[in-house]
């Protein structure tokens, strides 16, 4: 399949920029690019070089607004135009969306679209914020805060500037996704390699990162019980001990779609099941979009505790461990009432 | 048999704290405390509903009785007389909702997962 990532970022935040460099470098080669501007005159694509056709420009509206007719027709042609051979064999789409779009309908597009299953899969969001004003945009703008909480890199642009100092936009971008890595760059040069394959989907075939994708590093320095919370915007990592029942793990997904809605922004996790102690469970929603677990083949560290992060507006880090150990707890119970009824009765005088 | 009940009273008291905890989920404003038993959760909305949860027998594929008055409903309507059976936490959250007119949008979509390479 080829992996898919979406570079976001505020408008003027230097998702061009980057964009820009990243094509320059060798390993971006075999690239298609999507760029969607939100304005009759499309500037970005004239900026970019790139040396073949693989390359669409969107101009009639913004991405999120017009995800299934414009984002999906055009993945579906690109593909169908790989597969006729009357383009090259691009091994990888970057789509840059407009400064204002809310990429959740774009993730929920590559995700659940049947068109679009099977060609594509999501390999991440890369989040570009401006370190002179990006707290401010953060502050103003509801757009922003999405593309925060939705990356998986985060990158801070702009700090080639005299005298710019990164440490409070990085501690706020912290704060609001404490899943994600962030990452400065200097007039847009960062390596592909820094911020492309942090899905966890062995695309590459080649054993999935889970500690990078989860960002372990952000989770173990909060020990996994770090709460943070910006206006409304929670978020908190939850790491447990104790494998979970299959049956708790699939209620759980349930009840939280249910019960969150669109408040959950975004949660994903790797999860020891009781059932398969040897092969971890990956999972991964947006919203009340979620993929159903991916087993991977073992455990990638000496690590097995379950660990989640959690985004979301609203939601009690207290409310998610309530719900996992009543749910647990339920099916515990009604794994010996079912043993009990299926255990034969013992015999008077035996044993 | 007597030694169980500290641990159910501990859950009984999980159950409040989460269903609180449901409440500021929902944004909802109304409290959450012991009823009289079998009650084990009343629930009253600032709205003026009111819901009761109950354990079901051990005997039943059932683990939750929900039963509510609506905002505006007259006492003994069939919804506080005849209870709705949940066999799961997840279901009981749903009567809950249903009682308070919670709406959380569309329903789960889970989709399935790309084949590995």
Redesign the interface.
Known sequence: MIPVSVITGFLGSGKTTLLARLMLDPAMGRTAVIINEFGAIALDHDLIETSDESFVRLSNGCLCCNVRSDLTLTLGDLAARRAQGTVPRFERVVIETSGLADPAPILHALMTDSDLNGVYVLDGVITTVDVLIGLTTLEQHEESRRQVVVADRIVITKTDLDGVRTDAIKQRLMTVNPGAQVIEAVRGAIAPSALFDCGFYDVSGKHPDVSAWLAHDSIAATDGHEHHHTEDITSFCIVREEPLRAVTLALLLSALAENCGEDLLRMKGIVHVLEQPERPAVIHGVQHVYHAPVWLPRWPSADRRSRMVFIGRNIRESWVRGLIDLLDAEVAAENTKRTLVTEPLPIAGKG | MNESLPAIRD?DE??R??LT??L????VAGTVQAGRAPVVAEIRAASGALVWVERAA?DTPF?WHARWRGSGDAPGGVRELRPRACG???GL??AV?DALGVE??????????????
């Not at chain 2, 569309?106 to 390479?117: D, G, K, L, N, T």
């Open positions: 859950e999980r159950l704290a989460f905890d449901s500021a989920l929902w944004q051990g683990k799961s936490l997840v959250l749903g909702r959380r949008g569309s329903a789960v979509r889970i989709v399935p997962a790309p084949e590995q390479a």
